[in-house]
T-cell receptor, first 113, second 114 residues
Framework: GESVGLHLPTLSVQEGDNSIINCAYS??????FIWYKQESGKGPQFIID?????DKRQGQRVTVLLNKTVKHLSLQIAATQPGDSAVYFC????????????FGRGTSLIVHP | EAQVTQNPRYLITVTGKKLTVTCSQN?????MSWYRQDPGLGLRQIYY???????DKGDVPEGYKVSRKEKRNFPLILESPSPNQTSLYFC?????????????FGSGTQLSVL
Protein backbone atom coordinates (compact mmCIF):
# COMPACT_ATOMS: atom_id res chain seq x y z
CA GLY A 1 0.00 0.00 0.00
CA GLU A 2 0.94 3.64 -0.11
CA SER A 3 3.05 4.90 2.72
CA VAL A 4 2.15 7.39 5.37
CA GLY A 5 5.00 9.65 6.34
CA LEU A 6 5.82 11.87 9.25
CA HIS A 7 7.65 15.16 8.88
CA LEU A 8 9.64 15.04 12.12
CA PRO A 9 11.04 11.90 13.70
CA THR A 10 11.62 13.64 17.08
CA LEU A 11 9.86 16.58 18.69
CA SER A 12 11.12 18.10 21.95
CA VAL A 13 8.91 20.49 23.89
CA GLN A 14 8.75 22.05 27.33
CA GLU A 15 6.07 21.01 29.77
CA GLY A 16 3.05 23.24 29.33
CA ASP A 17 3.73 24.04 25.69
CA ASN A 18 1.42 22.97 22.90
CA SER A 19 2.73 20.21 20.64
CA ILE A 20 1.96 19.67 16.99
CA ILE A 21 2.79 16.39 15.29
CA ASN A 22 2.38 16.24 11.54
CA CYS A 23 1.64 13.45 9.12
CA ALA A 24 1.48 13.39 5.33
CA TYR A 25 -0.47 10.71 3.52
CA SER A 26 -0.32 9.87 -0.14
CA UNK A 27 -3.44 7.82 -0.83
CA UNK A 28 -6.16 10.25 -1.81
CA UNK A 29 -8.74 7.47 -1.44
CA UNK A 30 -8.05 7.13 2.30
CA UNK A 31 -11.05 8.21 4.31
CA UNK A 32 -10.33 7.26 7.90
CA PHE A 33 -7.37 8.41 9.94
CA ILE A 34 -6.27 7.49 13.42
CA TRP A 35 -3.63 8.68 15.84
CA TYR A 36 -2.05 6.19 18.20
CA LYS A 37 0.26 6.76 21.15
CA GLN A 38 2.91 4.20 22.06
CA GLU A 39 4.63 4.49 25.40
CA SER A 40 7.88 2.69 26.02
CA GLY A 41 7.32 -1.03 26.51
CA LYS A 42 3.65 -0.91 25.61
CA GLY A 43 1.43 -1.46 22.62
CA PRO A 44 -0.02 1.42 20.60
CA GLN A 45 -3.07 3.01 22.16
CA PHE A 46 -5.86 4.83 20.34
CA ILE A 47 -5.94 8.58 20.90
CA ILE A 48 -8.33 10.08 18.40
CA ASP A 49 -9.68 9.45 14.94
CA UNK A 50 -11.24 11.43 12.14
CA UNK A 51 -13.17 10.53 9.03
CA UNK A 52 -12.81 12.30 5.73
CA UNK A 53 -16.14 14.08 6.01
CA UNK A 54 -14.66 16.20 8.80
CA ASP A 55 -11.66 18.55 8.93
CA LYS A 56 -11.33 18.89 12.69
CA ARG A 57 -12.10 16.79 15.71
CA GLN A 58 -11.38 17.53 19.35
CA GLY A 59 -10.82 15.28 22.31
CA GLN A 60 -9.51 15.90 25.77
CA ARG A 61 -6.42 18.11 25.25
CA VAL A 62 -6.00 16.72 21.73
CA THR A 63 -7.20 17.97 18.38
CA VAL A 64 -6.80 16.32 15.01
CA LEU A 65 -6.87 18.41 11.85
CA LEU A 66 -7.35 16.96 8.40
CA ASN A 67 -6.48 18.84 5.23
CA LYS A 68 -7.58 16.70 2.33
CA THR A 69 -6.43 19.22 -0.24
CA VAL A 70 -2.77 18.73 0.65
CA LYS A 71 -3.23 15.28 2.21
CA HIS A 72 -2.02 16.34 5.60
CA LEU A 73 -2.98 15.30 9.08
CA SER A 74 -1.88 16.83 12.36
CA LEU A 75 -2.24 16.06 16.04
CA GLN A 76 -2.24 18.96 18.44
CA ILE A 77 -1.68 18.34 22.13
CA ALA A 78 -2.50 21.23 24.44
CA ALA A 79 -0.52 21.92 27.61
CA THR A 80 1.84 19.02 27.00
CA GLN A 81 2.72 17.00 30.09
CA PRO A 82 5.61 14.63 30.82
CA GLY A 83 3.13 11.76 30.57
CA ASP A 84 2.61 12.68 26.93
CA SER A 85 6.17 11.58 26.13
CA ALA A 86 5.78 8.70 23.70
CA VAL A 87 5.92 7.77 20.03
CA TYR A 88 2.90 8.93 18.06
CA PHE A 89 1.75 7.14 14.91
CA CYS A 90 -0.76 8.18 12.36
CA UNK A 91 -2.58 5.52 10.38
CA UNK A 92 -4.78 5.70 7.32
CA UNK A 93 -7.50 3.39 6.11
CA UNK A 94 -9.64 3.23 3.06
CA UNK A 95 -13.30 2.30 3.39
CA UNK A 96 -14.01 -0.69 1.25
CA UNK A 97 -10.32 -1.47 1.15
CA UNK A 98 -8.52 -4.53 2.36
CA UNK A 99 -8.55 -3.65 6.06
CA UNK A 100 -4.81 -3.22 6.02
CA UNK A 101 -4.17 0.13 7.68
CA UNK A 102 -1.01 1.92 6.69
CA PHE A 103 1.04 3.27 9.57
CA GLY A 104 3.54 6.06 9.58
CA ARG A 105 6.94 5.37 11.13
CA GLY A 106 6.19 7.48 14.17
CA THR A 107 7.28 10.70 15.83
CA SER A 108 8.95 10.60 19.20
CA LEU A 109 7.62 13.33 21.48
CA ILE A 110 9.91 14.28 24.35
CA VAL A 111 8.49 16.54 27.03
CA HIS A 112 10.99 18.31 29.23
CA PRO A 113 9.82 19.27 32.74
CA GLU B 1 -11.57 -5.09 31.48
CA ALA B 2 -11.57 -4.97 27.68
CA GLN B 3 -8.19 -6.10 26.46
CA VAL B 4 -6.03 -7.95 23.98
CA THR B 5 -3.74 -10.44 25.69
CA GLN B 6 -0.56 -11.75 24.12
CA ASN B 7 1.76 -14.43 25.45
CA PRO B 8 4.61 -14.72 26.02
CA ARG B 9 5.87 -11.21 26.67
CA TYR B 10 9.46 -12.19 25.86
CA LEU B 11 10.72 -15.18 23.91
CA ILE B 12 14.22 -16.28 22.99
CA THR B 13 14.54 -19.22 20.66
CA VAL B 14 16.89 -20.80 18.15
CA THR B 15 16.69 -20.99 14.39
CA GLY B 16 14.28 -23.64 13.16
CA LYS B 17 12.47 -24.34 16.43
CA LYS B 18 8.73 -23.95 15.88
CA LEU B 19 6.97 -21.48 18.13
CA THR B 20 3.52 -20.06 18.68
CA VAL B 21 2.60 -16.65 20.05
CA THR B 22 -0.92 -16.58 21.42
CA CYS B 23 -3.40 -13.73 21.20
CA SER B 24 -6.80 -13.48 22.78
CA GLN B 25 -9.36 -10.68 22.96
CA ASN B 26 -12.43 -10.40 25.19
CA UNK B 27 -14.32 -7.73 23.22
CA UNK B 28 -16.09 -10.02 20.77
CA UNK B 29 -14.26 -8.35 17.90
CA UNK B 30 -14.53 -9.88 14.45
CA UNK B 31 -11.28 -8.40 13.15
CA MET B 32 -7.89 -9.48 14.45
CA SER B 33 -4.41 -8.89 13.07
CA TRP B 34 -0.72 -9.34 13.70
CA TYR B 35 2.01 -6.71 13.24
CA ARG B 36 5.72 -6.64 13.59
CA GLN B 37 7.53 -3.50 14.63
CA ASP B 38 11.13 -2.91 13.64
CA PRO B 39 13.28 0.20 14.18
CA GLY B 40 12.94 2.60 11.28
CA LEU B 41 10.22 0.53 9.62
CA GLY B 42 7.26 1.14 11.87
CA LEU B 43 4.35 -1.27 12.15
CA ARG B 44 3.90 -3.74 9.31
CA GLN B 45 0.97 -6.07 9.07
CA ILE B 46 1.68 -9.80 8.85
CA TYR B 47 -1.77 -11.40 8.66
CA TYR B 48 -5.30 -10.42 9.47
CA UNK B 49 -8.62 -12.14 9.99
CA UNK B 50 -12.07 -10.76 9.43
CA UNK B 51 -13.88 -13.61 11.14
CA UNK B 52 -13.60 -17.24 12.19
CA UNK B 53 -11.87 -19.35 9.53
CA UNK B 54 -11.20 -16.25 7.39
CA UNK B 55 -7.58 -15.11 7.19
CA ASP B 56 -5.63 -12.99 4.71
CA LYS B 57 -2.05 -11.98 4.11
CA GLY B 58 -0.83 -8.57 5.11
CA ASP B 59 2.26 -6.82 3.86
CA VAL B 60 4.89 -9.22 5.26
CA PRO B 61 3.38 -12.74 5.59
CA GLU B 62 6.42 -14.80 4.55
CA GLY B 63 7.56 -17.21 7.26
CA TYR B 64 4.38 -16.90 9.32
CA LYS B 65 1.13 -18.78 9.69
CA VAL B 66 -2.06 -17.96 11.52
CA SER B 67 -5.30 -19.67 12.36
CA ARG B 68 -8.70 -18.44 13.51
CA LYS B 69 -10.66 -21.38 14.87
CA GLU B 70 -12.41 -19.32 17.51
CA LYS B 71 -13.49 -15.70 17.47
CA ARG B 72 -11.44 -14.69 20.50
CA ASN B 73 -8.10 -16.33 19.58
CA PHE B 74 -5.66 -15.62 16.78
CA PRO B 75 -2.31 -17.37 17.28
CA LEU B 76 0.78 -16.52 15.26
CA ILE B 77 2.88 -19.51 14.25
CA LEU B 78 6.49 -19.50 13.14
CA GLU B 79 7.14 -22.96 11.74
CA SER B 80 10.88 -22.47 11.28
CA PRO B 81 11.99 -19.18 12.80
CA SER B 82 14.99 -17.37 11.38
CA PRO B 83 17.06 -14.51 12.79
CA ASN B 84 15.38 -11.98 10.48
CA GLN B 85 12.15 -12.65 12.39
CA THR B 86 13.65 -11.15 15.50
CA SER B 87 11.22 -8.34 16.18
CA LEU B 88 8.56 -6.88 18.43
CA TYR B 89 5.16 -8.38 17.61
CA PHE B 90 1.74 -6.93 18.31
CA CYS B 91 -1.67 -8.47 18.06
CA UNK B 92 -4.64 -6.15 17.52
CA UNK B 93 -8.39 -6.38 17.20
CA UNK B 94 -11.30 -4.20 16.22
CA UNK B 95 -15.00 -4.26 15.55
CA UNK B 96 -16.17 -4.63 11.99
CA UNK B 97 -19.08 -2.29 11.40
CA UNK B 98 -18.96 -2.08 7.62
CA UNK B 99 -16.24 0.52 7.80
CA UNK B 100 -12.82 0.83 9.41
CA UNK B 101 -12.63 1.10 13.17
CA UNK B 102 -9.86 1.78 15.66
CA UNK B 103 -7.53 -1.02 16.68
CA UNK B 104 -6.96 -2.30 20.19
CA PHE B 105 -3.41 -3.58 20.63
CA GLY B 106 -1.86 -6.11 22.94
CA SER B 107 1.24 -5.32 25.02
CA GLY B 108 3.61 -6.96 22.57
CA THR B 109 5.89 -9.98 22.34
CA GLN B 110 9.62 -9.39 21.99
CA LEU B 111 11.02 -12.29 19.99
CA SER B 112 14.71 -13.03 19.57
CA VAL B 113 15.77 -15.79 17.19
CA LEU B 114 19.39 -16.86 17.65
Amino acid sequence: GESVGLHLPTLSVQEGDNSIINCAYSNSASDYFIWYKQESGKGPQFIIDIRSNMDKRQGQRVTVLLNKTVKHLSLQIAATQPGDSAVYFCAENMQGGSYIPTFGRGTSLIVHP
Amino acid sequence: EAQVTQNPRYLITVTGKKLTVTCSQNMNHEYMSWYRQDPGLGLRQIYYSMNVEVTDKGDVPEGYKVSRKEKRNFPLILESPSPNQTSLYFCASSLMTGRQEKLFFGSGTQLSVL
